[in-house]
């Protein structure tokens, strides 16, 4: 009953649907090549190739599920179909992966316009990522005949509360689903609660995800301008989680003259609104994508595509962004790759188990607070003995926790060739 209503109020809506994504466009949060793709116009032509569908909502879903499509890759027998919802993702994989996959943006979730998607790209098998299940997909990608897999599941605690008030609806559309991978025991036992089955628990798939790339000669140019500074990188950061983040930054400055920060932003839409507070509490700041430079600057503003691996290559010490506020926090296996001492804040339950086996193997360090933040980044600075261990620690640690779920792929690929 209640999937019937929002499925009829679904294609109600479309008009106002529209109005809100025009005005999206209008505040530059979409482009006309997002807008067409999403209500369902498509200039690309379908392959000769048997397709497969892989749907992931953002960059870091996305680009966590490459090692996926390289190993389905090897049958040369299917296209990858790629849909994600952000401009930003869309520019970083035509920018690193152009050959790879066809890249479209996700249908929204209208019955009328995930028609037009099914009819036109016409996938045998869906695969969507982590925690984006939607009513209508998923129902109408099912009563195509098209075999759906639950990639890299995720289910929060709040997500599981909010499906348990409707159980019988919860339990239809899982049941839609003819395998299911899991990342982490919550999620497992939350989704089979709910009805999920076909299910197994494999483990994280962000561990094999892949190396950012990094530019040799923009690392030597920045490496000379950053030469006996301590650089320390915010990674993904959120809306009210720089001013935090810079008042503990503003005091250690005090005690350590070399420290430089570098801020790189979730959303680069918001640069204004950074800058605005840069100067509100007077800090001299460098914008990467502005020609003139600062010589005296104390911050960098990354406002650029595809250059986290070299923020993450030059940088000292990383605080995970979307962690010291109430956004369940960003994954910290990437800094991973160039041995990155990273603090994390309290709120990580988007990467729970991934952080208690780093926090087992002293790997991370989490901050409950600005005060243990502010004391475990002096310690950091102070204590080069310890800011090298614990970079090392998450490199072997993310590099062991690969090796073991490599099995993910092999567990897939199988899956795949059978349905």
Request: charged share 30%; proline share 3%.
């Amino acid at each position: 009953m209640i999937f019937e209503v929002y499925k009829k109020l679904s294609n109600f809506l479309i008009p106002i649907v529209f109005l809100f994504f025009v005005f999206r466009l209008l505040k530059k949060k979409e482009t006309l090549v997002s807008l067409k793709q999403k209500f369902g116009i498509y200039l690309s032509r379908k392959p000769r190739k048997k397709i497969i569908w892989l749907n992931a909502a953002s960059i870091g879903e996305s680009l966590s599920v490459m090692s996926v499509i390289k190993e389905i890759n090897k049958s040369k027998k299917y296209k990858i179909l790629l849909t994600t919802s952000t401009t930003t993702s869309a520019r970083i994989i035509k920018k690193r992966y152009p050959y790879l996959l066809i890249h479209q943006f996700a249908p929204l979730d209208i019955p009328l316009i995930i028609n037009k998607f099914l009819t036109h790209w016409d996938p045998k098998v869906a695969i969507f990522s982590e925690s984006e299940l939607w009513p209508n997909l998923l129902s109408l990608t099912k009563q195509k005949g098209i075999k759906l897999v639950l990639l890299n599941g995720r289910m929060s605690m709040k997500t599981f509360e909010n499906w348990s008030n409707f159980p019988k609806t919860s339990k239809k559309m899982l049941k839609k689903f003819d395998l299911s991978l899991i990342q982490d025991n919550d999620s497992y036992e939350r989704f089979k609660k709910l009805g999920l089955e076909n299910i197994k628990h494999v483990g994280n798939l962000k561990f094999i995800s892949e190396k950012p790339p990094v530019s040799n000669k923009d690392f030597i140019i920045l490496k000379r301008e950053l030469r006996k500074k301590l650089v320390i990188c915010v990674c993904s950061s959120h809306f009210n989680e720089e001013e935090i983040i810079l008042e503990t930054y503003v005091e250690l400055k005090k005690k350590f003259s070399n420290l430089f920060l570098i801020i790189i932003p979730r959303h680069i839409s918001r640069k204004d609104e950074i800058k605005k507070i840069f100067k509100l509490k007077k800090i001299n700041y460098s914008v990467r994508s502005e020609k003139s430079k600062n010589k005296y600057s104390e911050c960098l503003l990354a406002d650029t595509f595809g250059e986290v691996g070299l923020f993450l290559k030059i940088s000292d010490i990383v605080l995970m962004g979307g962690s010291f506020i109430k956004k369940g926090g960003q994954n910290p296996i990437e800094a991973s790759f160039f041995k990155c001492p990273t603090i994390i804040g309290p709120y990580h339950e988007n990467f729970s188990e991934v952080v208690k086996i780093l926090k087992k193997n002293d790997a991370i360090l989490v901050a409950n607070d600005v005060v243990q933040l502010s004391s475990m980044i002096f310690r950091l600075c102070k204590d080069d003995k310890f800011r090298f261990s614990l970079g090392a620690n998450l490199f072997n640690t993310c590099n062991a926790e690969r090796d073991k779920n490599i099995k993910i792929l092999k567990i897939l690929s199988k899956a795949i060739y059978k349905l």
